[in-house]
């Protein structure tokens, strides 16, 4: 299991550190830490893998579960979603686990995290949390100068697996060229494309445990691509 950054001289922060060792039991009492996480993005026509690895967790940013069901996937174990998801985003989709992801925490949030909670129910970071989460994997934001000043949340949930210490993270469903949702390709706006190469040719460069069946992802990041 890879360690807790901010120990031993790497980065991140002692509160990241606990932040981290908090998140990593609420994954514990779930099923989640030790095994291979397919991470599913929503980007058009993803490349699922076949077959895919044994006993994986399936994993979705925010709304990619509608293309989970297009594509004959089950239900997620974890789903991460924002602060202002509202039911009919997720409607019709069965929602397990949720990583919630808040501006800020809330008043209850804080009291379960002094007695060593991350949440009740569901497990929540901050806005600022993830991008340490991105900082302490990578080194940087990556940011390009223009609309936006960091990666993705798909490329957020990469790094906070690998900060979780997850042993394999497959990647489908996520793009740094094609526009549109897979399960709404009416939505034209295709964001973060220099900030999210940046960051998965770092993770790739580190030689971190993430593989992607996306073929063209992988010859622009030097990601490996994903074999069973």
Excluded at 16 to 21: A, F, M, R, S
Aim: aromatic share 4%.
């Amino acid at each position: 299991m890879n360690e807790v950054p901010g120990e031993n001289g790497a980065e991140g922060t002692d509160v990241l550190g606990d932040v981290i060792l908090l998140q990593r039991a609420w994954l514990k009492r779930r099923g989640l830490s030790d095994r291979p996480w397919l991470i599913l993005g929503a980007a058009p026509k993803p490349a699922i893998p076949d077959p895919l690895p044994a006993n994986v967790a399936h994993v979705h940013v925010k709304y990619s579960g509608h293309s989970a069901v297009k594509n004959g996937l089950p239900p997620a174990d974890l789903t991460l979603l924002l602060h202002k998801t509202t039911a009919k985003d997720v409607a019709g989709l069965e929602i397990r686990n949720v990583l919630r992801m808040r501006r800020r925490l809330s008043r209850l949030t804080r009291l379960t995290r002094r007695v060593g909670v991350a949440g009740l129910g569901e497990s929540v970071i901050t806005h600022d949390e993830r991008d340490q989460f991105i900082l302490c994997v990578v080194g940087s934001l990556f940011a390009s100068g223009g609309r936006d000043q960091r990666p993705s949340n798909g490329v957020a949930m990469i790094c906070y697996a690998l900060a979780m210490g997850v042993p394999r993270i497959v990647v489908a469903g996520v793009s740094l060229e094609a526009d549109g949702y897979d399960y709404d390709p009416s939505i034209r706006n295709r964001r973060h494309q220099a900030e999210d190469r940046a960051a998965l040719r770092e993770i790739a460069k580190r030689g971190l445990p993430v593989e992607t069946t996306e073929t063209a992802l992988a010859e622009m990041t030097g990601l490996p691509l994903y074999r069973p």
